[in-house]
């Protein structure tokens, strides 16, 4: 079982950044792929981006990249989503995800994810 909070949400101008972070409980969290997903009212959960167990490879939706980068530290069980250029259209609840089934490969279907957080707002004003 992993459990997995996560923190850094608030609320920001269009144009600013900020940095989600997602905290495991499980000592062998590092052997777990990790994605993060959003969810807006009325709208369906959309894929953000992914990164496998060992931070080599990384995969990102079509809405964020060259804005967000996610990243990790096995160390600290921590999977990090740095995003800058935010758009009111980034407003959601942002969650991360947690995969002991697919670590080598980042996975952008939710159902190939086992574990969630609670999720974190972030709101962009514009």
């Known amino acids: 079982q992993v459990h997995l909070v996560e923190s850094g949400g608030g609320y920001v101008q269009a144009g600013g950044s900020l940095r989600l972070s997602c905290v495991a409980s499980?000592?062998?969290?590092?052997?777990?792929?990790v994605g993060w997903f959003r969810q807006a009212p009325g709208k369906e959960r959309e894929f953000v981006a992914a990164?496998?167990?060992?931070?080599?490879?990384?995969s990102y939706g079509d809405s964020v990249k060259g804005r967000f980068t996610i990243s990790r530290v096995n160390a600290e069980n921590m999977v990090f989503l740095q995003m800058n250029s935010l758009h009111s259209e980034d407003t959601a609840v942002y969650y991360c995800?947690?995969?002991?089934?697919?670590?080598?490969?980042?996975?952008?279907?939710?159902?190939?994810?086992?574990?969630w957080g609670q999720g974190t707002q972030v709101t962009v004003s514009s």
């Open positions: 995800a947690a995969s002991p089934r697919f670590v080598a490969v980042p996975q952008v279907a939710a159902d190939r994810y086992d574990y």
């Open positions: 990164i496998n167990w060992s931070g080599s490879s990384t």
């Open positions: 499980a000592r062998t969290s590092r052997n777990y792929g």
